[in-house]
Structure formats: C-alpha cells, structure tokens
C-alpha cells in the first residue's frame, strides 16, 4: 500500500515540545513517510536544536533559515517558503502545531495549494485577539481540515464557531505525551543540585509574552512585583526578554534584588524538574500553566484571559495580569499555603493520558489516504 506522505510544519521552541511523541510514531511507521519542515522561526541553539537533541528526534529535512522579523514579514517569508517545499514535496497532509506564526504559515500556504491540513491542539480560545497567537489560532482552525482538539472544551468551542463536527477529532493532548514519556528523566535531572536549590523553597518565572516584555513598565512591574515576595526565584530567559531587560536597563537592578535569579534557556528535562519541585510558577506562557498543573504545581498567570481555562476552572491557575499588587498578594497567598501543592495532587485531569499522538496517527492513516 502507498504510504501516507507526512509533513509535520514546526518552528518555535514549544511546537517541538508539541510535536515530539508524534514526530515519533510517523518516523518508526512503515506506513508512513515523514518529511518534517523546520521554519527557523526559533534559530538559538537552546531555543531549538537542543530539544531535538533531547527527545532523540530525526533532523528536519528542511530548515527554511526565516528568522526574526515583524509579523508580516517572518509569516509571509515562511509562507512562500513553506510553498516551495509542498510543491517539491507533494504530501498527502501537512500537519501543524499549536499557535505561532509557524503555523499560521504552514496552514495558509497548504490550504491555498489544496493540500490537506491538519491542526494539533485545535480549538483553544482565550478571547482575546490583541494577542497574535489568537488571531493565528483561530484563523488555523477555520483554513484546516482535521482539527485534533486536546480538550472537550476546545471541542465545543469548534463546535461554537460552525466547524463540521466531522472535521473534529477529541484526542487528548500531546504534551501529555510527551511528559508521559520523559518523566523518569526529568525526575532523574541534576538540575537543582547544579544551582544549588531545595525541593519547595524556591519560585519559578518565565515571562516572555510580546505584551509583557515589550513594554518597559510592565516588565518591571512584573520584576518588582517578583522581588518584594522574598522568595528566591529561578528565572529562565527567553533571548526576547533577555534583550529587552539590557535595552531597558533593567538588567542590573533585577542582578542587585539577590532575589531574582536568571539563567539562560532550559532544555525541557530541566524545565519540567525545576518547574515539578518548586512552590510555585509564575508565567506568561501557555504551555508552561498547562505543565504546571500537569506536575500540580500552584500557578499564577501574568495574563488578563488564559486559552488554557480548565486549568482555571479546577483552581490550580489564577490570572494576575501585570499589576503588581495582585502578584504579590497571590503569590504571597500561595507561598504562605504550605499544603498549596497537596491540594493539587487529587484532581483530575482534562488533558488524557498521554496517548494522543497515537490516536492522531491512526486518525491521519484513516482519512487522509
Ligand atoms: C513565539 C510565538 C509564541 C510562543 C513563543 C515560544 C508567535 C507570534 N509567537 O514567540 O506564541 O509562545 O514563540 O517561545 O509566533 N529570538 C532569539 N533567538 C531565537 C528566537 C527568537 O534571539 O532563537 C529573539 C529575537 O529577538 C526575536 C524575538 O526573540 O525577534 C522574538 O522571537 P519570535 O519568534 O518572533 O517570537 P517569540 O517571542 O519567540
């Protein structure tokens, strides 16, 4: 029988993270041909090359070398790119992940050649499209045509728009896969004895929302808010909010707090030992407040709206914004809640349990050859 020809679109640093356990399964499937395309959209060593690294992953077999750059710029140079390596390519399915401008990319430049698109973790919405991952997911989900929704929540939410319930398969959610997989190693990472930390006596921060860290006084409100816990907080930097905190001169007053404690980008195995033993996650990222729950780690989100509600809905996740004031008292209110953590421990999740890369392939095999 012909073998379904694959080709899996990723760019950014969580894509990957996304991506894995399926990239996977389509490598080891003699049913399957794999052509995974890179964007380049995410270049810095840690921020890409690492993670293929760790997750024992096949090269792409394309890097399309885009870089930074505005949005229309980076998604338009991806686009005619992406383009080029369909026709070369000819797949039977181009399969992109998430919200980022790589996959707005990949979906509009396949959709457009009448190639079949298939969108994982569809159906997410925080309602907000001041934020371009959105306006990217939501224009993802309405050009694809198998849309593979994590959640029964981002089910209906597909349902609510008028997306054919044909198009809508519920699997799970893939980055279940992936800590399924990896959760012996990350239980075996050095990484708290390597900067010298103690299980639950330390906070964790990543901030690295356009939003939020393009904007000087949001930055500092966020750090001064940070420094006035008193907790020591471990703080890996994204390169975008690396750069920022020297242009803004921030970077030496946040050195001086001897509260705040940034270190470059963690692989994942790292990320989600330091993340797992710590009190408490302070962030702007998506995946991160899924993780977080996922390891039943107490959240604070620096965001007004989350596309990650169930993690609200249970109580493990609250939404701080960038006002100061707020962060402090919650974060002060989960520090002081010795059995914060605890009281995590029983819930349940809506996410699946880790087999949803398996079930995509199966959908994959069955509808699109
Ligand atoms: C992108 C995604 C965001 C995702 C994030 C994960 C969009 C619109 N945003 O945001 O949804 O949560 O990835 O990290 O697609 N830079 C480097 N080295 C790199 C990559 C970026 O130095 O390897 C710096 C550059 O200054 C660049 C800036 O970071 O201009 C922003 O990078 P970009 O890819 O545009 O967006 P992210 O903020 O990473």
Redesign the pocket.
Known sequence: MKRLKTMPVIG???QIVKAAPLIKLLNENRNVHLQLVHTG????IE??RVFFKDFNLPAPKTNLGVG??T?AQ?TATMMIRIEKAILHYRPDVVIVF?????ALAGALAAVKLRVPTAHVESGLRSGNLAM??EV?RTVVDHCSDILFAPTRLAVRNLLNEGIDKDSIFHVGDTMVDTLVQWRRAIGASGILDRLGLRPEEYTVLTT???ENVDDRSKLKAILSAVSRTRTLTVFPM???TR?NLINFNLWSKMKRSNIILPIDPLDYIDMLSLVKSSRLLLTD???MQKEAFLLRVPCLTLREETEWQETIATGANRLVGTDPSKILKEATRVLANKDARRKLAKLKSPYGSGHASRRIVSTLLRVCR
Do not use: C, F, I, L
């Open positions: 950014v640093r969580p959209q995410h270049y810095d921020m890409s930074s750059g949005h980076q998430g919200d980022a401008n790589t371009p991952e990217n690295h929302r356009a994204h390169p975008r750069k990222s998506g995946g």
